[in-house]
């Protein structure tokens, strides 16, 4: 079988970068936001055309999520419309489909993870728009519609993880939610998963696509200073306590047990966290 073309939106980004490497040995369109404006629906189409992939796969979006309060047009205008455009040009070339989402589509009032089937209810305009996006990604025959949360674990190494790690290791005290509960998303495990749904020509639709898990953000500060080995001072912090303009959900952790039935079982937060930090202790030192 010949090389797939796989054409990647926001290919400079964490998430997709480890897309580019997961399928590197593909035929591989990486397209930079700068490159490729999702805003930009008539560009988008002869881009897209000229190219024609069989597989497209987004990872861009707008994730400003303070910032989006006050820029609802261009929150939507990333995450719904461009979302549109994608999902009409690779109908238009017959290609799959796969687009990221957010748990911030939940209100975070839950008290099990939520499942695909749970309805969705954004508190904020960042969540919103995702929800939007995620509707007409779903108008299509074939997309696969990935929710995953909390990324960790790309270049450059800037994620919340990463600045908790940091501060650990160079003797600061990082704030650290106590109540915000998270199932973390390690990118190379993200793009893992992807690869194996498309190669498995796996139903289509909607999966959480998370680590298997999940966690305070107090709790995964004290595993990462427990792996590190480290002494740290942690300084925890209720959701309550800031005063932020975008609401945050705060019980955000996801069931990945469709993903699991679906073929590909993803590892725990833990053995993810371990295989970062390993990845990272050339840098830490």
């Not at 369109?29 to 805003?39: D, G, K, M, N």
């Not at 508190?123 to 995953?148: C, H, P, Q």
């Not at 990463?162 to 290791?169: G, K, L, N, P, S």
Request: with cysteine; net charge negative; aromatic share 8%.
């Amino acid at each position: 079988m010949g090389k797939r073309k796989v054409l990647v939106t926001g290919s400079g980004g964490q998430l997709g970068g480890a897309i580019c490497a997961e399928f590197s040995d593909e035929e591989l369109i990486p397209l930079t936001h700068a490159e490729l404006e999702l805003v930009d629906h008539g560009n988008l189409l002869k881009v897209v055309t000229a190219h024609n992939p069989s597989i497209i796969i987004n990872c861009a979006g707008y994730n400003r999520v303070d910032e989006a309060e006050n820029n609802v047009e261009v929150a939507l205008a990333v995450n719904a419309f461009g979302v549109r455009s994608l999902a009409r040009a690779a109908t238009d070339v017959g290609a799959i489909f796969v687009h990221y989402s957010t748990d911030f589509v939940f209100d975070g009032v839950a008290t099990v993870p939520y499942t695909e089937q749970d309805e969705a209810s954004p508190r904020n305009v960042y969540g919103t728009s995702k929800l939007i996006g995620e509707w007409f990604a779903s108008d299509i025959m074939g997309a696969y519609i990935l929710r995953v949360e909390s990324l960790f674990g790309g270049t450059p190494a800037r994620s919340s993880i990463d600045q908790i790690t940091d501060a650990i290791v160079n003797g600061r005290e990082p704030n650290v939610f106590m109540d915000r509960v998270v199932s973390p998303s390690f990118v190379h495990d993200v793009a893992r998963a992807t690869r194996s749904l498309i190669d498995a020509k796996a139903p289509a639709g909607l999966y959480h696509c998370v680590n298997t898990g999940h966690t305070t953000w107090l709790h995964l500060a004290e595993e990462i200073t427990r792996q590190l080995q480290a002494t740290a001072s942690l300084r925890p912090i209720s959701v309550a306590s800031l005063s932020l303009p975008a609401v945050r959900p705060v019980f955000c952790a996801l069931s990945n047990a469709k993903l699991a039935a679906a073929g590909f079982k993803m590892p725990s937060w833990q053995d993810a966290l371990t295989r970062h930090l390993a990845s990272r202790r050339q840098a830490l030192r």
